[in-house]
Every structure is written in structure tokens, then in C-alpha cells.
């Protein structure tokens, strides 16, 4: 009897422990790498002092159901460069970018792209895609419009 009272013991101890690990598991996935934005008066801002640790930041933004990812990190010259968590050729693997140092790294195709030359003039094939912003006082402004142009990629 005693042995078998401890199995049960031991076996509720594991389906508790996998329950909690499930539940964590769970929990940390669904905060997963980005905060979630609001619209107000037709444009989203970031502040830029949550950038100063030079790590690239991801944000979601929703329009109409549909979510649109991109990231806004500062360059080593001081700039501050958004761009969409996709590019023209793999956005339909859906896994977008990591920060290596100072590039971003697709992480479908492996391509690196240094954080300074990403703007206008770096687009098409793997490079993120832009997204145009301005910079205002202690705040990058990225107008909705803009945002919902990337909706394709998601």
C-alpha cells in the first residue's frame, strides 16, 4: 500500500510540474518579441529613449484585424531607422528578423543587413522593408498610412 501511495504521490508531483511548465511555456510564447501599438491621430509613436540601448525593439500594430510587425532600433551614427519585420522575398516564411551586432538578420534566408544603411535606398529582395518615419522631440512618428502599406507582408 505505502508503495503505491508514493507513486501516486510522485506521479501527481510530474502532472503538476508539466501543467506549470505548459503554462509558462504558454505565457512567455503569447508576450512573445513584440509590443503592441495604438493609432492615435492617424500615426504611432515610439519614444526614442526606449532605443538608446541600441537593440532593435519590435511593435505590432493591428488594422482591421490583421497585424502588422516591424521594429525601430537607433544605428551606431545616432539615426533612427523603422523598417517592417518582412521583406519582398521571404516574407511568407513569416519569421522576420533578429538583431546579430549591428546588422538584422533574415531568419529565413540568413542574409545580414547592417542597421545604418537600412532606409529608402535598401529595399526590394531580402532587405527589411522600409517604413518611412519622422523624428519629433523624443518621439518617432510613424503615420498609420504608412503602416497599413505593409499589411501585404503579413
Known sequence: MTGNRSKQVVWAAVAVLVVLVGAVSVYAFSLGKYE??????GQVT???ARLADGKVHFYKFEDSGKEVAFFAVKAQDGSYKTAFDACDACYKSKKGYEQQGDKMNCKNCNQKFAIGRLGPNASGGCNPGYLPHQLSGASIVIRTDDLKGGVRYF
Open 46 to 48: 515610439v519614444q526614442v
Open 36 to 41: 503592441k501599438v495604438k493609432a492615435n491621430g
